[in-house]
């Protein structure tokens, strides 16, 4: 039972990651942003192609299918026009925004792959060109089942929200079930709890991913102040910033903030390695948190390698690969459930439609 997968904008390759672990050959790899290749390429057996989606023709990836008995699409189109884009923008130019779902909808027509994933924000769901996308799947002969999944339900160690779909023109398919209760959620402690400490600005002499940045002398002052679980509000007034004392500010408590050890982590975004961007204080050291864990809390193995050492190290470019990232447990999770699901189909144990 041979399985090839094409990952469309699969940045630096945490969903391809996942559904090579789970057994899933990947064997082409398709962004836009060319600086994510030599990770992409570096810790995966696939091609890695930048191109703009507009561009892609079904030839360009239909070779890579070959020989295969069952062909995968997923992927993951970048969700910013979803969820930041102003309200106030008309419907017209909202759509500009989307084309990337579009693009989706239009090489699945072109491929017909007989299994597609996308997983996306939560946002995205109660738009009109989401239930576009749907309408297409189910058009051309896909039974979809899609739905909003909590990530520590299935060992993800951060309180992410996704909006995970799948689709299959074999057979029902269904989202994977739940892997872990409240009880078993894997905790900050058990994922960076292991990791040598480092002061703001340093890194690991053996580990050049385990780098922190530096803090000025007021946020080292307001980590210093900050509780694990905390808010600015624990700490003296003067260090509270301006905009936090207005009405309008008093309701960002989650900024500034220590992480707890033994909860799952916030959302991991592109500036987690920032102090003040988020609750990415380290739950003990005066720093925010390193890009190594980062990485971990994303899911990523410990040996995934980012950035060339023989070069010197971008670290926003790679705090936005990995906060960009589908975390590789639920590209596993995802892989799993497309295998199982493919199994029941072959052996006649699932109800075809």
Not at 270 to 275: E, I, L, R, V
Request: proline content about 4%.
């Amino acid at each position: 039972m041979v399985i090839k997968a094409v990952d469309l904008y699969s940045g630096v390759g945490g969903l391809t990651h996942g559904l090579i672990k789970s057994g899933i050959n990947v064997t082409l790899g398709i962004d836009i942003d060319e600086t994510c290749k030599y990770a992409y390429e570096t810790n995966n057996n696939a091609k890695f192609l930048a191109k703009d989606v507009r561009e892609i023709k079904s030839e360009d990836m239909l070779s890579y299918y070959e020989g295969s008995d069952y062909k995968v699409l997923v992927g993951c189109a970048p969700c910013q026009p979803f969820s930041n884009y102003s309200n106030t923008a008309s419907e017209e130019k909202k759509k500009e925004k989307w084309f990337l779902l579009d693009e989706f909808s239009r090489l699945v027509m072109e491929i017909m792959p007989d299994i597609v994933s996308m997983e996306n924000v939560p946002q995205l769901r109660k738009k009109d060109v989401f239930r576009e996308f749907v309408d297409v799947l189910k058009g051309n002969g896909y039974y979809v089942d899609y739905d909003l999944i909590y990530c520590p339900d299935y060992g993800i160690p951060q309180s992410r929200t996704r909006l995970v779909l799948l689709a299959s023109r074999l057979g029902k398919i269904n989202l994977p079930q739940i892997t872990h209760e409240k009880s078993t959620y894997v905790t900050v402690r058990e994922i960076i709890g292991h990791l040598k400490p480092i002061e703001a600005g340093d890194r690991d002499e053996k580990d050049p991913l385990h780098i922190a940045s530096s803090l000025s002398k007021k946020n080292m002052d307001r980590i210093k102040q900050s509780k694990p679980g905390g808010t600015w509000a624990d700490w003296d007034k003067k260090l509270i910033a301006k905009c936090h004392k207005k009405k309008t500010g008093s309701t960002y408590t989650s900024v500034y903030g220590r992480m707890e050890w033994d909860k799952v982590s916030p959302t991991i975004t592109t500036q987690f390695n920032g102090f003040g961007n988020g609750r990415f204080g380290h739950p003990e050291q005066n720093r925010g948190l390193s890009l190594r864990e980062g990485a971990l809390l994303q899911s990523f193995p410990e040996n995934y390698i980012f950035f060339n050492n023989e070069k010197p190290i971008v670290m926003k470019n790679v705090s936005t690969h990995i906060g960009n990232a589908v975390p590789v447990r639920l590209g596993e999770v995802i892989g799993n459930e497309i295998i199982r699901h493919i199994g029941g189909i072959k052996s006649g144990r699932e109800i075809r439609v």
